[in-house]
């Protein structure tokens, strides 16, 4: 399953705050599509992702934005 | 001529806001009885909810921070003191007060959020909080009193209300322990779900050095899973796991009752909206604002006023005819308070991120000020000195 997170205009709390909101309710195996326009979401995905053990598929600048697909890969349940 | 109805359901920030805002533009109106403006409130007293972080961490009185809702609104507001059981959006209908039913011609949901500690196991029991009640709030100041050593955890759950009151209770923590020289015997640890301290980079920038500087330990991307009680353990979504020998949480919230059994807001109540005309997705005639919606801002008492503002705009506009529409900028100002009497203000829009600055005295004493301004606030008579102060927090289109 694919969820879209769109938290472009937020950087407080910031698209860290979408992220967690979705990944509890996801399962193992499903992909989280996180549209950001905070320049920091790239580097604080990616510090997530690695400590959490989770899987960054896809990051992407688009026009005005960037698009993260993350693979939930390391949840215990 | 038929008389149009505006149902608000809460009488919280937002939606005492709203409604005394549009008692305003709508006075004439209102008199000659072609419209009426409802608010459905279920509580007998309003709280002003950043009272909780003077009663939880300087033991202020609960008292002076809630009023009667009938007190706050303007004269040709109507009040019904009853919970909205269901809201259905597609006859524009609510039920209230157990069954009884209400059509409206326009809809504002000022439900608010719920912190939840049950959504985690293990969390209800083992924390305390001020995000809920007076009451829990009055808790942590009895239970910080008593405390002489041992480690503090204050920790964050996603998401919550007032993205700074975690970092204020964490210098409040540290400020208050000192007072009472213990903080030597006692290890104060902030465990964030961010990579840093604040969400917002420039404003971790100046919190971050003054939390080492008070020997203040952050565990940063420190997400809660679930909570050992009997080991005073919590573990992460990360893998990690915080020993604690008392357990402040800012617990994860969720919307309304109302909105997830009226089947809008999904599961976890958050309600659909545009983020810009404020209206609940696919419904002109209805509008959310404040915590209730999903909108990716912080839920904070000046998103809900400054959307109330933007709300009460486009609502006369439709009824007035003016084929004007108010689009919400995404402005939020929110104070942090460090402790030691200085403050910053988290400003920014959807297109500005919150900047750097340095904590001052002044915006400490504005924050306290506001304080005491908040019941003049909720009635509208400051709007012209937030509008200088702030600017405008919307856009003005034409329609089509
Ligand atoms: C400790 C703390 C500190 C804070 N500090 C700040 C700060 O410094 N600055 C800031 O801007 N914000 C701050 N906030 C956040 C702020 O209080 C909230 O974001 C704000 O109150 C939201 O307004 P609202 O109208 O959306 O919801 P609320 O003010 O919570 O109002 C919702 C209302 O809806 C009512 N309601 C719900 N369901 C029903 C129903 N079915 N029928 C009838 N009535 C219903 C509730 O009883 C409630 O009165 C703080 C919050 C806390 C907890």
């Known amino acids: 399953m694919r969820h879209v997170v769109d938290a472009r205009g937020s950087f407080c709390p910031g698209p860290i705050t979408e992220l967690i909101k979705t990944y509890r309710k996801a399962q193992v195996g499903d992909e989280i599509e996180l549209l950001a326009t905070d320049p920091a979401a790239k580097s604080d995905v990616a510090a997530w992702a690695a400590k959490s053990g989770n899987e960054i598929v896809e990051m992407k600048e688009e026009q005005g934005y960037i698009r993260m697909i993350i693979r939930v890969s390391s949840k215990s349940k | ?400």
């Open chain 2, 1 to 400: 001529m038929n008389m149009t109805r505006i149902a608000i359901v809460g009488g919280g920030t937002g939606g005492t806001i709203l409604a005394n805002a549009l008692s305003r533009k709508l006075g004439e109106e209102i008199r000659e009885g072609l419209v009426e403006v409802v608010v459905f409130e279920r509580s007998d007293s309003h709280v002003y909810q950043p009272g909780n972080i003077d009663i939880a961490f300087r033991g202020a009185d609960p008292a002076g921070f809630r009023r009667p809702p009938s007190n706050l609104l303007r004269r040709g507001v109507k009040l019904v003191q009853k919970a909205v059981s269901s809201i259905d959006l597609d006859n524009r209908a609510l039920k209230y007060n157990e069954g009884e039913k209400m059509d409206y011609d326009y809809l504002v949901a000022a439900t608010g959020s719920v912190a939840t500690p049950e959504l985690v196991p293990g969390l209800a029991e083992a924390s305390l909080n001020f995000h809920k009640t007076q009451e829990d709030s009055r808790k942590i100041w009895e239970a910080l009193s008593r405390f002489k050593r041992g480690r503090i955890v204050i920790l964050t759950a996603l998401p919550h209300k007032c993205p700074p009151s975690p970092v204020e209770a964490v210098f409040l923590v540290d400020e208050l322990m000192r007072k009472r020289g213990v903080r030597r015997d006692v290890e104060i640890v902030y465990a964030s779900p961010y990579t840093r301290a604040y969400p917002a980079h420039g404003i971790a920038d100046v919190v971050e050095p003054e939390m080492e500087n008070r020997d203040i330990t952050l565990r940063s991307l420190f997400n809660i899973d679930y909570v050992d009680p009997s080991a005073r353990k919590v573990f992460s979504l990360e893998g990690e796991e915080l020993q604690y020998d008392l357990l402040i949480a800012i617990p994860p919230h969720r919307g309304a009752d109302v909105v997830i059994n009226s089947g809008i807001g999904g599961e976890e109540g958050w309600i659909p909206t545009d983020r810009h005309t404020l209206n609940i997705k696919g419904y002109d005639d209805a509008y959310a604002i404040g915590d209730a919606t999903d909108i990716p801002i912080s839920k904070s008492g000046v998103v809900a006023h400054l959307e109330a503002i933007t709300a009460a705009e486009s609502i006369a506009s439709q009824i007035e005819g003016t084929g004007r529409v108010y689009l919400y900028n995404g402005r939020i100002n929110c104070p942090l308070e460090m402790g030691g009497k200085r403050a910053v203000f988290v400003s920014g829009t959807y297109t500005k991120q919150p900047e750097r600055q340095p904590p001052s005295l002044t915006k400490y004493f504005m924050k306290r000020l506001f304080n005491r301004l908040y019941w003049t606030m909720l009635r509208g008579s400051l709007e012209p000195i937030f509008n200088a102060y702030l600017g405008s927090p919307y856009e003005v289109k034409h329609r089509g």
